[in-house]
C-alpha cells in the first residue's frame, strides 16, 4: 500500500473550503463495492477526483504500483456520482478516456483510473486494487455537554446544528470517538439500522462484538459509541447520555 502526500483540494464537494486528502494505493484485489467498503473501513472513502492536479498526483501513484485501480465513481442510472455523500460528478473536472463512458454496457457503472490518469468504465463485478482517500479537515463535530434521551438529543442537534452525527467511515467514526468519554448519543435508531437521523443511508458500521442486541425492541434501540474503543452498542433510547451533533 502506497500513501501519496497531503493534497490540498479547493472543492465544492466538501462543507469546508479547503479540505486535505491523503491517497492510498490498495493493492486488493476488490469488486468495486468491496473495494469501496475497505476503504470505508480503513480510510474515508474510495477516491474523490476534484482538480487536475489531484488526478495527477494519482496517476504518478498508480504508476509505481499498476495499470488500473478503482476510485469512487459509480452510475446509478441518473449520473455518473462520487461514492462520498452521492456528490454529482462536475462538469468543471473529469478525465475520461476519449470515447468513454460507451454505454455500450448497462454493466458498465463503475470507474476505474488508467496509468496514464485517464479515467475508463468498468463492470462493478470486475475486480481491480483501489484508491483510497483519507480526508483531513477541521472537525465536523461537536460534543454535546448535557445528557439526554436519544430523541432530545437528536432535537437539540436539529435546533442548534444540524442533526445528530453520522459515521458514514471509519474516518469519522475515529473522530467522534476522539471526542468520547462515555457512552455517547449517533444519529443512529433500529428502524432496520439502515439510516441515519438525517435519512442518508447507513452503508458503514462499526458496532461491537456482541452488538446489536437481539432482545430489545426496535423501538428501544438507539446507538451510542463507547468510549474505549470507538465501537457501537445499542443502548435504550431513554437512556440519558452525553450526544454529539453534526456542524
Same mark, same amino acid.
Given at each position: 500500500m502506497k500513501t501519496l502526500l497531503l493534497v490540498l483540494a479547493v472543492s465544492g464537494l466538501s462543507a469546508q473550503s479547503a479540505v486535505f486528502r491523503e491517497y492510498h494505493h490498495v493493492d486488493m484485489m476488490k469488486t468495486w463495492a468491496k473495494a469501496q467498503t475497505h476503504c470505508r473501513e480503513a480510510f474515508t472513502d474510495?477516491?474523490?477526483v476534484a482538480s487536475p492536479e489531484e488526478n495527477a498526483r494519482m496517476k504518478?501513484?498508480?504508476?509505481?504500483?499498476?495499470s488500473h485501480a478503482w476510485i469512487g465513481l459509480?452510475?446509478?442510472l441518473k449520473g455518473w456520482k462520487w461514492s462520498l455523500g452521492g456528490e454529482d460528478l462536475s462538469d468543471e473536472f473529469t478525465h475520461w478516456n476519449e470515447g468513454r463512458p460507451d454505454l455500450k454496457s448497462s454493466n458498465e457503472t463503475c470507474?476505474?483510473?488508467r496509468a496514464d490518469g485517464?479515467?475508463?468504465?468498468?463492470?462493478?463485478?470486475?475486480?481491480?486494487?483501489a484508491v483510497c482517500y483519507d480526508e483531513k479537515h477541521p472537525s465536523k463535530f461537536v460534543l454535546a455537554a448535557a445528557r439526554t434521551t436519544w430523541h432530545e438529543a437528536r432535537t437539540h442537534c436539529r435546533s442548534e446544528h444540524t442533526d445528530l452525527a453520522s459515521a458514514r467511515n471509519m474516518s469519522e467514526n475515529r473522530d467522534i470517538h476522539s471526542l468520547v468519554?462515555?457512552?455517547?448519543?449517533?444519529?443512529?435508531r433500529r428502524n432496520t439500522w439502515a439510516r441515519w437521523s438525517d435519512q442518508s443511508p447507513r452503508t458503514f !458500521?462499526? &458496532? +461491537?462484538?456482541?452488538q446489536p442486541s437481539r432482545t430489545r425492541q426496535a423501538g428501544d434501540s438507539c446507538a451510542a459509541v463507547?468510549?474505549?474503543?470507538? !465501537?457501537? &452498542? +445499542?443502548?435504550?433510547?431513554?437512556?440519558?447520555?452525553?450526544?454529539?451533533?453534526?456542524k
Open positions: 474510495l477516491a474523490t504518478s501513484a498508480l504508476q509505481d504500483a499498476g459509480l452510475d446509478d470507474a476505474v483510473i485517464l479515467w475508463a468504465d468498468r463492470e462493478c463485478s470486475d475486480t481491480y486494487p468519554t462515555d457512552y455517547t448519543w449517533i444519529g443512529l !458500521t462499526n &458496532w +461491537d462484538e456482541s463507547g468510549s474505549a474503543a470507538g !465501537t457501537w &452498542w +445499542d443502548v435504550g433510547c431513554g437512556a440519558t447520555n452525553h450526544f454529539v451533533c453534526e
